[in-house]
C-alpha cells in the first residue's frame, strides 16, 4: 500500500528551456508541474530577472508551503489564515518525510534565519497568486499589515509622514546575529599552497583577494580581464589591472548573480598568477579554443569550462590536502576578502561597490569593527593644539 505521505508531495525541479534558459518549478506527485507555483517561479526568473540559485531557494520554500498544505488538508490559497501553525511546523518537520512526530519540545530542525526565507518565498508566492486572481483578495490583509514609517528613519519617509504607509510583514521570526563565517587568513594560504596547479592557485586567489562569487570566478572570459596599466586600446576607461564581472548565459553554468556589470581592480598577486596559469594553459591545445578563462587542462573534457560546482569540489581536496578540519567553501573565500577590507578601514560603499551588493545592507555583515579598530578610529580624530594644553 502506497503510504500517504507519498501520494501527496511536491518536490523542486530544474528545466532546461531549448533555448538554453533555467529555471526552478514545482512538480507533483504525479510528476506534473503545479501551474501556479510555476508561473510563479516563471515570472520571478524571466520577468524580474532573479538569478537561478535565487529562484531555486524560492522553489523549496513554495514546495515546503504546499507540501505543508497538503499534508494537513489545507486549501493553498486560504491557508494563509494559519501562517502561524506552518511556521511551527516549519520548525519541527525534517525535510525528507520521516515515520516521526515531531513537535514542540523536539529539537527544531530550521532555525530562524532557514525560516523567515521560507515565509518570503511564500508571501511572494502568494502576493503573485492574489495578483493572477488565483487567490483571494483579503490574503494580502492576513501576510501583511498596513504599518505607517515612523519607525523608519527621516530620509526613508516621505514629505508628508502623517499619510505614509508601507506593508510590513506580518510573520517573522527574530534572527540572532552571526558572526561572518570567514576563512581565516591561515586557511587561505594553507589552500594555496595546497593547490598543485597555477590553475587552482588563480581560483584560490580570485575569491580570496578580488572577492568574487563562485559564478563569477567560472563565469570569466579571457575578454574580462583588463590587466595592462592602460586599456584605453581596448576602448575602457578604467585605470590599473582589473577585471569585468558580466551576467551572460554560460554553458557552463556560471552566472554572475548581479545583473549589474561591474569591474574589481586586482592586485598584483592575481596579475602575475593569471599569467602564470596562461602559460600553464597554453600546454593544452584543447583549451586554445575557449573564450573562457578557466578551463580544464587535467581531465575530460579538456578544454570545457571548470563548473561552479567543480570549485566545490576542488575546495574539498584542497582542504584534505591542507589538513583542515573544517570545511571551507568558495563563499568563506569571498567573506574573508570582505572582512579584510573592512578591517583595513574601507567604507561601507567600497565594500559594497567591490563586492557588487545592489543593497549596503547586504555589506553591512562585514561591518562589525574590533575593540582594536575602534580605539584606532577615535585616535584618528585630530586633536587641536588648545585642548592639549588645557589639560596640562
Ligand atoms: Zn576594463
Same mark, same amino acid.
Given at each position: 500500500?502506497?503510504?500517504?505521505?507519498? *501520494?501527496?508531495? !511536491?518536490?523542486?525541479?530544474?528545466?532546461?528551456?531549448?533555448?538554453?534558459?533555467?529555471?526552478?518549478?514545482?512538480?507533483?506527485?504525479?510528476?506534473?508541474?503545479?501551474?501556479?507555483?510555476?508561473? =510563479?517561479?516563471?515570472?520571478?526568473?524571466?520577468? $524580474?530577472?532573479?538569478?537561478?540559485?535565487?529562484?531555486?531557494?524560492?522553489?523549496?520554500?513554495?514546495?515546503?508551503?504546499?507540501?505543508?498544505?497538503?499534508?494537513?488538508?489545507? @486549501?493553498?490559497?486560504?491557508?494563509?489564515?494559519?501562517?502561524?501553525?506552518?511556521?511551527?511546523?516549519?520548525?519541527?518537520?525534517?525535510?525528507?518525510?520521516?515515520?516521526?512526530?515531531?513537535?514542540? %519540545?523536539?529539537?527544531?530542525?530550521?532555525?530562524?534565519?532557514?525560516?523567515?526565507?521560507?515565509?518570503?518565498?511564500?508571501?511572494?508566492?502568494?502576493?503573485?497568486?492574489?495578483?493572477?486572481?488565483?487567490?483571494?483578495?483579503?490574503?494580502?490583509?492576513?501576510?501583511?499589515?498596513?504599518?505607517?514609517? $515612523?519607525?523608519?528613519?527621516?530620509?526613508?519617509?516621505?514629505?508628508?509622514?502623517?499619510?505614509? #504607509?508601507?506593508?510590513?510583514? *506580518?510573520?517573522?521570526? #527574530?534572527?540572532?546575529?552571526?558572526?561572518?563565517?570567514?576563512?581565516?587568513?591561515?586557511?587561505?594560504?594553507?589552500?594555496?599552497?595546497?593547490?598543485?596547479?597555477?590553475?587552482?592557485?588563480?581560483?584560490?586567489?580570485?575569491?580570496?583577494?578580488?572577492?568574487? *562569487?563562485?559564478?563569477?570566478?567560472?563565469?570569466?572570459?579571457?575578454?574580462?580581464?583588463?590587466?595592462?596599466?592602460?586599456?584605453?586600446?581596448? %576602448?575602457?576607461?578604467?585605470?590599473?589591472?582589473?577585471?569585468? +564581472?558580466?551576467?551572460?548565459?554560460?554553458?557552463?553554468?556560471?552566472?554572475?548573480?548581479?545583473?549589474?556589470?561591474?569591474?574589481?581592480?586586482?592586485?598584483?598577486?592575481?596579475?602575475?598568477? /593569471?599569467?602564470?596559469?596562461?602559460?600553464?594553459?597554453?600546454?593544452?591545445?584543447?583549451?586554445?579554443?575557449? @573564450?573562457?578563462?578557466?578551463?580544464?587542462?587535467?581531465?575530460?573534457?579538456?578544454?570545457?569550462?571548470?563548473?561552479?560546482?567543480?570549485?566545490?569540489?576542488?575546495?574539498? /581536496?584542497?582542504?584534505?590536502?591542507?589538513?583542515?578540519?573544517?570545511?571551507?567553501?568558495?563563499?568563506?573565500?569571498?567573506?574573508?576578502?570582505?572582512?579584510?577590507?573592512?578591517?583595513?578601514?574601507?567604507?561601507?560603499?567600497?565594500?559594497?561597490?567591490?563586492?557588487?551588493?545592489?543593497?549596503?545592507?547586504?555589506?553591512?555583515? =562585514?561591518?562589525?569593527?574590533?575593540?582594536?579598530?575602534?580605539?584606532?578610529? !577615535?585616535?584618528?580624530?585630530?586633536?587641536?593644539?588648545?585642548? +592639549?594644553?588645557?589639560?596640562?
Amino acid at each position: 500500500m502506497i503510504k500517504k505521505e507519498q *501520494r501527496y508531495n !511536491v518536490r523542486t525541479f530544474k528545466v532546461q528551456l531549448p533555448s538554453g534558459g533555467r529555471y526552478w518549478t514545482v512538480l507533483d506527485s504525479e510528476l506534473d508541474v503545479v501551474p501556479a507555483a510555476d508561473r =510563479y517561479l516563471r515570472e520571478l526568473r524571466f520577468g $524580474r530577472d532573479r538569478a537561478e540559485s535565487t529562484v531555486k531557494s524560492y522553489a523549496g520554500g513554495v514546495v515546503l508551503f504546499l507540501r505543508w498544505c497538503l499534508r494537513t488538508g489545507r @486549501d493553498w490559497t486560504t491557508a494563509a489564515t494559519e501562517m502561524g501553525l506552518f511556521m511551527t511546523w516549519l520548525k519541527y518537520t525534517p525535510a525528507e518525510d520521516q515515520d516521526v512526530v515531531c513537535g514542540p %519540545g523536539a529539537t527544531p530542525v530550521r532555525g530562524p534565519k532557514r525560516i523567515n526565507r521560507v515565509l518570503v518565498a511564500t508571501r511572494g508566492f502568494l502576493t503573485f497568486a492574489v495578483a493572477q486572481g488565483e487567490a483571494p483578495q483579503w490574503v494580502l490583509g492576513v501576510l501583511y499589515e498596513l504599518a505607517d514609517d $515612523r519607525d523608519l528613519p527621516e530620509v526613508a519617509r516621505g514629505e508628508d509622514a502623517r499619510l505614509a #504607509h508601507r506593508l510590513r510583514a *506580518r510573520h517573522q521570526l #527574530h534572527e540572532p546575529e552571526t558572526a561572518v563565517d570567514r576563512a581565516s587568513d591561515e586557511e587561505v594560504v594553507a589552500l594555496f599552497i595546497a593547490c598543485r596547479s597555477a590553475r587552482d592557485r588563480l581560483i584560490v586567489l580570485l575569491l580570496a583577494r578580488a572577492g568574487l *562569487r563562485r559564478g563569477e570566478v567560472t563565469g570569466l572570459r579571457r575578454s574580462d580581464l583588463h590587466l595592462l596599466p592602460d586599456s584605453r586600446s581596448l %576602448g575602457c576607461e578604467v585605470q590599473g589591472a582589473h577585471l569585468h +564581472i558580466v551576467r551572460r548565459e554560460n554553458s557552463n553554468g556560471a552566472w554572475a548573480k548581479s545583473r549589474y556589470t561591474r569591474w574589481v581592480p586586482v592586485d598584483f598577486l592575481v596579475v602575475r598568477s /593569471i599569467d602564470q596559469y596562461l602559460l600553464e594553459r597554453q600546454d593544452c591545445p584543447a583549451a586554445a579554443e575557449s @573564450d573562457f578563462l578557466l578551463v580544464n587542462l587535467f581531465q575530460q573534457p579538456l578544454g570545457s569550462p571548470v563548473t561552479p560546482d567543480a570549485l566545490n569540489e576542488l575546495f574539498e /581536496i584542497l582542504c584534505a590536502r591542507a589538513g583542515i578540519t573544517r570545511s571551507i567553501t568558495p563563499h568563506k573565500c569571498r567573506h574573508a576578502f570582505a572582512s579584510n577590507l573592512a578591517d583595513s578601514g574601507a567604507a561601507l560603499d567600497e565594500i559594497q561597490k567591490l563586492l557588487g551588493h545592489v543593497s549596503p545592507s547586504s555589506s553591512q555583515i =562585514y561591518l562589525h569593527p574590533s575593540k582594536d579598530r575602534l580605539r584606532a578610529a !577615535v585616535e584618528r580624530v585630530p586633536t587641536p593644539r588648545t585642548l +592639549i594644553e588645557g589639560v596640562r
